[in-house]
């Protein structure tokens, strides 16, 4: 499964850096961790029972520039797939768009901020499972909103970098376990550079 979904993120990476680039436009990648509270999917950082946990994953990153302070960025995540595919055998990809508004800059620095839009789709078993003792496996998919507020700087090599916090929420659905629709909240501390 995890070879499947890995041709898939590849695929979509490379469609969207050719649609996405341009002269003004950049890809590269985001680096993200913090929490969430999960009534539905099992979390591997956290005990049999616990509702939610820690959150992390690295992401392809390309963004398309409309205007000098209007950018759309499309984030495809990479590590907690193929981590969770090969390790774990469960599934939890969350691609997304974001809405990024740029502030007036003012010494190098602009204030960045936008709403975000994703689909999560998650395979596995729910949080009464563990990691020696799990429940049966279920599909579960369901739509996800974003809000990102942070900086965006610009090193001496003129290369982008980003830095945030992004609030999400997302419902989970699902037709096979009694817990759906499930709730996921969480906060995280993000991070974009430019190839």
Known sequence: MENRIFLWMMILFILSTSIFAGQEDWT??????????????????????????????????????????????????????????????????????????????????SLIFGPGLGVSLHYGPDYNSSLDDRGDPFFAAGPMVSGLIGIRTV???????????????????SSETDLSPGTVLGLVFESHFQF
Do not use: H, W
């Open 28 to 109: 590269g990648i985001k680096i993200m961790a913090g929490a969430r509270y999960d009534n539905i999917r099992m979390c591997v950082g956290s005990d049999a029972g616990v509702k939610g946990g820690p959150i992390a994953d690295i992401m392809f990153l390309t963004k398309k520039q409309f205007t000098p302070g209007q950018v759309l960025a499309l984030e495809i995540p990479v590590m907690r797939p193929i981590l969770f595919g090969a390790a774990f055998e469960m599934l939890q990809f969350e691609p997304q768009l974001t809405l990024q508004f740029t502030g007036k800059k003012v010494d190098n620095r």
């Open 155 to 173: 090193n001496k090599n003129n290369k982008i970098r980003n830095y945030g916090i992004r609030i999400f929420y997302l419902p989970l659905f």
